[in-house]
C-alpha cells in the first residue's frame, strides 16, 4: 500500500510543478508590463516588471524544488534504523514519512501556484480591493495545511 501511495505522492509532485510553470507563464502573457503588488506603498514593489516577476519565481521554485528533492533523495537512501529516532524507526515509518513529505513537497508547490494566480487576477483584471481574489490564497493555503497535518501525525504516531 506504501508502494502505491508513494506513486500517487510522486504523481502530484509532478503536477504541482508543472500547475507552478503553467500559472507563471499565465501571469507572464496576460499581465501588463508592470505589477502592482497588493498596491503597495514601497516603491519597488509598486513597478516591478512582470518578466522579474516571472524569472524571479521561476529561480524560486527551482531552486526550493531541486533543494527539497535532493532532501528527499537523501532521506530514502540513508541507510540503519534506531528504534529510538522518529525519522529512522524503521522500513516501514521510513516509506510512510518520504510518502509524507512527498506530499508536502507538493502542497508546498499548490500553494505557490495559487499565490501566482492571485497575484496575476488582481494584476489583469485591476481590481479595486486585493480582497476580491483572496480566496485563490486560502484554498492553496489549506491544501499545504492539510499535507502539513499528515505530516505531524505520522511524525507522532508511533
Known sequence: ??????RIANFLKL?????????????YAYT????SLLNSSVDWLKGLSKSHVFYIGLALFA?????????????????GYD?????????????????????????INIFFTSVIIYIAMI???EVKSNTDYLSI??????????????LIVTLIKK
Do not use: C, D
Open 1 to 6: 500500500m506504501n508502494e502505491i501511495n508513494l
Open 15 to 27: 503536477v504541482s510543478m508543472i500547475m507552478v510553470i503553467v500559472s507563471l507563464l499565465y501571469m
Open 32 to 35: 501588463s508590463e508592470n505589477i
Open 63 to 79: 531552486v526550493f524544488n531541486l533543494l527539497m528533492h535532493g532532501a528527499l533523495n537523501l532521506y530514502k537512501s540513508a541507510e
Open 83 to 107: 528504534e529510538s529516532s522518529i525519522l529512522f524507526k524503521n522500513a516501514g515509518k521510513k516509506a510512510t514519512l518520504a510518502m509524507r513529505f512527498t506530499f508536502l513537497l507538493a502542497g
Open 123 to 125: 494584476s489583469i483584471n
Open 137 to 150: 490564497p486560502f484554498i492553496g493555503m489549506l491544501v499545504l495545511l492539510g499535507f502539513l497535518i499528515g
